[in-house]
């Protein structure tokens, strides 16, 4: 029987301790019996050396009593707190349930040993476990600090419980580590822990990010040696994408990641339940799984036009796609007008929180390949914009030039004007909607500018653009974002009969950009095109620059591309079409942008 053991019996002879099940930085804990209730419980005993600090002692009453106040399944359960005084030293005790479970760190080590990782049922619930411990105590005011697998433990429902809030203290009000003391794990400490910031619930909420990473990639997102330079990592190193380490990619899940692993708090879910919801969604639904979306062989997709009854189509013009009249256009040439620049370079600087580094699982219409890695377009600012005299622009407004509007909606997809915007629902699944601006109109060299954003009710990996050199429903192309923060550049065309995609852009799939803001956030897209050679800006920045030939000139317009949630929401709040400026003379001229 150890010193500890000897004391403890000396003074405390209600309990019988019967083994030393653990320890940690602070305390020791004991198997016991409570000898006047008749059941078995765990005792944390504080380290000897540490009573003798008068911080930790404060901290440790202070956590016995916050915690005991406490009532929430997923979290460790105080059943008493006690301390003596022994002679020149004191000794401090907190009794709890004892749970003959192992923990989360023992399942993982067990995991790691037999090559394999926990069931996507097993983490789905541990997740929504700790995340709803952790909801309950920021809402009581209080945080962990050392959120990690060695503090979850599970019942024997296998239900995780989290536990050793030995470190915590009250989120307000508190000034016992107000000193400089950083506590914690580095493996799993948030940016700001590892700086000595002061902390809120988002720290604890970023080192569960951490934990469900590591559940199911079967690794740390930054391996650690044990030492604070993992620490490094967490400041500067880039989030790694979830997709690398599965069977097949999950784009929402590497976006529910790189959101959550945010370096910056502000940045991240703000409460925990926000974070449970998000991880449901990205994690636990199949809809996040699901195969990429494909149209060319189970959909036709609804194409829904902007026409002038007054001019007769072209005759050479035969839609194989739905047609709907969605407006009226009273003129198709107005007058430029000079527009506040600020709009689009307040949205260049507002830099997303919210980046995906993995591929999309919607091409427009299309399979993605199943390899590949994403590609990170780097580029230089372009403050160009639209210059001289447009054909064409509307925001929506209800006084519009463009006279009156007639919604109509087609093939599942539905048209409205919402105040100042064209809201376009496309809630069938895996469909590529193009909506077309005035066919009797074809263009060549172009500048068309778009300015809309993914609402926020919509399925996040939905996507929009701009639609140009429109021939046929099979042939034409299409400059994109999603709501991801990924843009791309396609063709559509038939091949040996069949229509496809062909990629214009280099990499894989979608490429990830920071000038792309993600959904609810608004963009404003760009495609000039002259000859052979398509280019496409996203909020003034020029992000790709294409040369294909296949398509001399054709018609303009908006798509939308639905996903397999069938909940595509996208609200445009301007469209202009005007003439290509020179460079010399466009550089010359007075930058005017889309207002968003």
């Known amino acids: 029987m150890d010193k500890s053991t000897e004391t403890f019996d000396a003074h405390l002879n209600r309990y019988e301790l019967q083994e030393r099940i653990g320890s940690g930085g602070m305390a020791v804990v004991y198997k016991a019996f409570d000898k006047q209730l008749k059941r078995t419980v765990a005792i944390k005993i504080l380290h000897e050396h540490l009573a003798a600090d008068e911080s930790f002692r404060e901290r440790f009453e202070r956590e016995a009593q916050f915690i005991a106040s406490l009532n929430h399944p997923n979290i460790m359960q105080i059943f008493d707190f006690t301390s003596r005084e022994i002679g020149d030293s004191s000794m ?297 005299s447009l054909y064409f622009e509307t925001d929506f407004g209800n006084g519009d030039d463009s006279g009156m509007w007639e919604l109509a909606d087609s093939s599942g997809v539905e048209h409205e004007i919402d105040g100042n915007s064209l809201v376009l629902r496309n809630m069938q699944d895996r469909i590529a909607s193009t909506t077309l601006f005035a066919t009797d109109y074809t263009y060549s060299d172009v500048d068309i500018s778009l300015a809309g954003q993914v609402d926020v009710d919509s399925h996040p990996p939905s996507a929009y653009g701009i639609v140009f050199r429109y021939v046929d429903s099979g042939n034409y192309y299409v400059f994109a974002v999603d709501g991801q923060g990924r843009y791309g550049l396609w063709r559509r065309a038939v091949v040996d009969g069949s229509a496809q995609w062909i990629q214009l852009h280099e990499g894989n799939d979608w490429i990830i950009d920071s000038h792309v803001n993600a959904i609810g956030e608004s963009n404003a897209l760009r495609v000039v095109t002259i000859g052979e050679e398509i280019r496409g800006y996203v909020n003034g920045n020029l992000l790709i620059t294409a040369h294909d030939d296949a398509l001399g000139e054709g018609n303009i317009g908006i798509y939308t591309g639905s996903t397999s949630a069938a909940n595509t929401i996208v609200v445009v709040s301007d469209y202009a079409v005007g003439p290509v400026v020179p460079e010399d003379e466009e550089t010359k001229a007075n930058s005017m942008t889309l207002e968003n």
């Open 92 to 388: 401090f005790c907190m009794m709890m349930p004892y749970l003959p479970g192992t923990t989360l760190a023992d399942e993982l080590k067990a995991a790691e040993k037999k090559n394999t990782r926990l069931s996507q049922d097993r983490i789905s619930k541990i997740g929504r476990d700790l995340t709803s411990a952790l909801d309950y105590a920021h809402s009581h005011g209080m945080i962990h600090r050392d959120v990690k697998p060695a503090n979850v433990l599970f019942d024997d429902r296998g239900r995780a419980i989290l536990t050793d809030f030995g470190i915590a203290r009250l989120a307000q009000g508190s000034t016992l580590t107000a000193e400089g003391l950083i506590v914690g794990t580095p493996a799993y400490m948030s940016p700001e822990q590892a700086t000595g910031e002061d902390l809120d619930g988002r720290s604890d909420m970023y080192s569960l990010a951490v934990i469900l990473f590591e559940m199911i990639a079967g690794r740390l997102p930054y391996p650690s040696d044990g030492s604070a330079s993992v620490l490094v990592k967490h400041l500067n190193d880039p989030v790694p994408s979830i997709s690398e380490f599965l069977e097949s990619r999950n784009p929402e899940l590497d976006l529910f990641f790189r959101k959550a692993l945010a370096k910056s708090a502000a940045d991240r879910f703000q409460t925990a339940d926000d974070m449970r919801q998000a991880f449901e969604d990205a994690y636990c639904d199949d809809t996040a799984i699901a195969s990429p979306v494909s149209t060319s062989d189970h959909h036709t997709p609804a194409t829904v036009m902007f026409a002038n009854p007054s001019i007769t189509p072209k005759d050479n013009e035969q839609h194989t796609t739905a047609t709907r009249i969605v407006q009226t256009l009273s003129t198709t040439i107005v007058q430029p007008v000079k527009k506040n620049p600020i709009g689009i370079l307040a949205l260049a600087i507002a830099a997303i929180a919210l980046l995906l580094v993995a591929r999309f699982t919607q091409q427009p219409a299309a399979v993605l390949p199943e390899e590949g890695t994403p590609t990170t377009a780097v580029v230089e600012n372009d403050n160009s914009s639209m210059t001289g």
